[in-house]
T-cell receptor, first 115, second 115 residues
Framework: AQKVTQAQTEISVVEKEDVTLDCVYE???????LFWYKQPPSGELVFLIR??????QNEISGRYSWNFQKSTSSFNFTITASQVVDSAVYFC????????????FGQGTELSVKP | EPEVTQTPSHQVTQMGQEVILRCVPI?????FYWYRQILGQKVEFLVS????????KSEIFDDQFSVERPDGSNFTLKIRSTKLEDSAMYFC?????????????FGPGTRLTVL
């Protein structure tokens, strides 16, 4: 069965600290996609990144970076120099290639960045 | 920029009543989804819809639920006889073509409260 685990329920940091959000996934499929979404206090889901299972290159976008390691089935998300506006719930999600539409979400990590 | 819209933003209903949640997907999108998020929990897939048919549905999507695209623009989720446990945020999403390498664009959600 497919599953996404975000073991960190809540993380609290002080502004300008770096923070890493962990995501571990389970699937026997070889072709799949991984996602990160941000859910700010206003409640909407904001797409951050998509990565397919054949692309293990890490990605950096401004203060955000993602580390994908198939060997450990992990797709971790790091925010560098965190800001108060980064406070949100972050969800990691998985889609199997042969289930092209069904996003399987993790439980989410609530990040609180304090000034 | 085109966006998915949902109405109402908040719906309060009595247990046993029927509710219809409305979504207007992005105009040239062909695939539509409903997801549910019980407060404080993960986002869960309910149903996907294409060409006026359900493509896939989850175990949550039982006979109390139905979806339709009545007029070519709206995409609705109907809950026939609401239960207390249907209280949740309901997200609609649309996708231009099928496949995990195509982003699902989420609406802002409808918060359903069943009393």
């Amino acid at each position: 069965a497919q599953k996404v685990t975000q073991a960190q329920t809540e993380i609290s940091v002080v502004e300008k600290e770096d923070v890493t959000l962990d995501c571990v996934y389970e699937t026997r499929d070889t072709t799949y996609y991984l996602f990160w979404y941000k859910q700010p206090p206003s409640g909407e889901l904001v797409f951050l990144i998509r990565r397919n299972s054949f692309d293990e290159q890490n990605e950096i976008s401004g203060r955000y970076s993602w580390n994908f390691q198939k060997s450990t089935s992990s797709f971790n998300f790091t925010i560098t120099a965190s800001q108060v506006v980064d406070s949100a719930v972050y969800f990691c999600a998985l889609i199997l290639y042969n289930q092209g539409g069904k996003l399987i979400f993790g439980q989410g990590t609530e990040l609180s960045v304090k000034p | 920029e085109p966006e998915v819209t949902q109405t109402p933003s908040h719906q309060v209903t009595q247990m046993g009543q029927e509710v219809i949640l409305r979504c207007v997907p992005i105009s040239n999108h062909l695939y539509f989804y409903w997801y549910r998020q019980i407060l404080g929990q993960k986002v869960e897939f309910l149903v996907s819809f294409y060409n006026n048919e359900i493509s896939e549905k989850s175990e949550i999507f039982d006979d109390q639920f139905s979806v339709e695209r009545p007029d070519g623009s709206n995409f609705t989720l109907k809950i026939r006889s609401t239960k207390l446990e249907d209280s949740a945020m309901y997200f609609c999403a649309s996708q231009i073509v099928y496949g995990p390498n195509n982003e699902q664009f989420f609406g802002p959600g409808t918060r359903l409260t069943v009393l």
